[in-house]
């Protein structure tokens, strides 16, 4: 049987995307959705989204890391689920509403330009860990804040930090995180992947926090960010660091459609 599927990216950070709508495949097919994501053995990509019915929502995203294992939230996933979810006529005009591992999410396509915004979860509490900072975004994130970005082995340090004991059992993606007068520029180390990607939409969205925190801005703040692979913005109300209206916004890029022989 021949499963059709389109590859899409986020900045970057690229996803196999299925419409299972018809429940073709099952929920937990760790090998092959591992194999699909191999960058020398199958397509290649840092994760597959498939895109299934659930009542009271127009669809839900379900995902899975490039190790083949359904993940938490995935931020710039969200907004490529969304952006293939319309072409595949699950919805027809410029906004939805989709359930996802952490809960429910809104997200609108701007007509003129294809960019995606993705509503986040709120943010309640930020965690002071030696220094440094501990968010969950939908996803677990360690945010370190460094100077001289580009000079950060973000493989072999990011990996000292995914791995350490605290953190080994369950994982948690790492965010290095140089401040500029503008916004920020972020390299992360993603768990699942266990390497660096070219972009993390939940770690960008700890990234921005973290950066509203620091620069003790209030009310409604913008944050453009830097990643690898590309620009994002992030749209926050901070309430006193309590973080709410939590907007993720990109572009969303269709690379390739084509069939997957299962």
Not at 4 to 26: A, W
Not at 105 to 111: G, Q, S, T, W
Not at 175 to 187: D, P, R
């Amino acid at each position: 049987m021949d499963i059709f599927f389109e590859k899409y990216h986020g900045t970057g950070n690229d996803f196999i995307m299925i419409d299972n709508r018809s429940m073709l495949l099952p929920r937990v097919y760790t090998d092959a959705y591992a194999l699909w994501c191999h960058r020398r053995f199958g397509i290649g990509a840092d994760g597959v989204i498939l895109i299934q019915n659930r009542a009271g929502y127009d669809f839900e995203m379900v995902y899975y890391n490039a190790d083949g294992k359904e993940g938490t939230m995935c931020g710039n996933g969200g907004r490529c689920a969304v952006a293939f979810a319309r072409t595949v006529g699950v919805f027809t005009d410029n906004t939805t509403r989709f359930i996802a591992a952490d809960g429910l999410h809104r997200a609108a396509i701007d007509p003129q330009t294809g960019m995606v915004s993705l509503e986040m979860q709120p943010v309640e509490q930020v965690q002071l860990y030696q220094n440094d900072y501990v968010i969950d975004t939908g996803s677990p994130h360690y945010v370190k804040i460094v100077n001289g970005l580009n000079n950060i082995n973000v493989f072999e340090q990011g990996a000292q930090i995914r791995y350490s004991p605290n953190f080994k059992e369950q994982g948690i993606n790492v965010n290095f995180v140089q401040l500029n007068a503008q916004g920020i520029a972020v390299a992360t180390y993603e768990r699942g992947v266990e390497n660096e990607t070219y972009s993390c939409g939940t770690g960008v969205v700890a990234s921005a926090i973290t950066f509203a925190m620091l620069q003790n801005r209030l009310g409604t703040v913008t944050v453009p960010v830097e990643t690898k692979g590309g620009q994002l913005w992030v749209q926050l109300n901070n309430h006193q660091n309590r973080f709410t209206d939590i907007w993720l916004n990109g572009p969303a890029t269709f690379v390739f459609k084509g069939t997957i022989a299962i």
